[in-house]
């Protein structure tokens, strides 16, 4: 019966994080409306408070301070809930933990991550192309595609943070708490990608996870997989912003070629630093 509790248990971050969401959302609208009220009519003495506030929440940094908030709050509760209900380490031994070629690996994973999820969009793409148009409008909508301060500060830094903590640290090890790892993975990958919210993001977000799942379990450390998802988001943030790729053939083969050898190198790299983290502990 202990398995079957652990096992509905781990939904439960996923609908924490929900009503976390919603509180940010309410406290960003409740400060708006407060701050408007008292300063905005001499600020902007010909529009009325409704069109003030109906201007200032469809603005992106308004949404992105959302984010942010949420993503903060939600860093600091599950930090709190990982390290009291899991064992949470958030200071491991370095030489335990860390070596420098799974550090590498990881380097190696995130073009090679970039350019798989490029390619899983593209495969979308041919199935279903209403599913890009909306994906496509929810980005332009959203604002994440132009590049702020404070959508750097979320999409890099604390987006990253908050997402591992809620799926890799809290969901992941309540699942493993009643079924095998591998299934473990899989469900905190399906959650990961719903929480996403749209199909195409969904899907490569699905993807994405396991391999995040993967590296945070064989590593032994949150932050291995911390790490690979704030370097996957800033190069979707950042560098691809400055990587011009021809559409031709010739160029398609070229990134699968380099897709295929950094995801293999990556691993391979990421593998013997733990084999030989490992065999320095049983000797140790």
């Known amino acids: 019966m202990k398995k079957v509790g652990y096992f509905f248990f781990a939904f439960v971050p996923f609908l924490a994080v929900q009503a976390i969401q919603i509180v940010a959302l309410c ?52 930090s709190l809930w990982y390290y009291a209900g899991f064992g949470g ?22 073009p090679g991550a970039q350019f798989a999820a490029n390619y899983i969009v593209m495969g979308i793409s041919f199935v ?15 604002g994440i595609t132009t590049v702020t301060v404070i959508t750097f500060i979320y999409s890099v830094i604390t ?34 990608g719903i929480f996403h919210m749209n199909w195409v993001q969904g899907i490569y977000a699905f993807a994405l996870g396991l391999l995040l799942g993967y590296v945070c379990e064989k590593g032994n450390s949150i932050y291995y997989s911390i790490g690979l998802h704030i370097l996957f988001n800033f190069w979707g943030t950042v560098v691809s912003q400055f990587l011009i790729i021809d559409d031709t053939v010739a160029a398609a083969v070229m990134i699968l070629i380099i897709t295929i050898v950094s995801l293999a190198v990556g691993f391979v790299l990421f593998e013997s630093g733990r084999r030989i983290l490992r065999r320095k502990s049983v000797t140790a």
């Open 27 to 78: 406290f960003m609208i409740g400060s708006s409306v407060i701050t408007e009220s008292l300063v905005g009519h001499s600020l902007f003495p010909s529009r009325s408070i409704s069109d003030r506030l109906n201007t200032l929440w469809l603005t992106t940094d308004f949404n992105m301070m959302i984010m942010l908030l949420y993503s903060i709050i939600t860093i600091i509760i599950f």
């Open 89 to 110: 380490n958030f200071l491991p031994s370095p030489k335990k933990t860390f070596h420098p070629l799974m550090i590498l690996g990881i380097l190696f994973l995130v």
């Open 128 to 142: 279903r192309p209403d599913w890009i148009s909306e994906y496509e409008q929810l980005f332009e909508t959203s």
């Open 159 to 192: 987006g990253p943070i908050c997402e591992e903590l809620i799926f890799r640290g809290m969901t992941m090890n309540a699942f493993k708490k009643a079924i095998p790892f591998w299934a473990a993975n899989i469900m905190q990958a399906i959650l990961f």
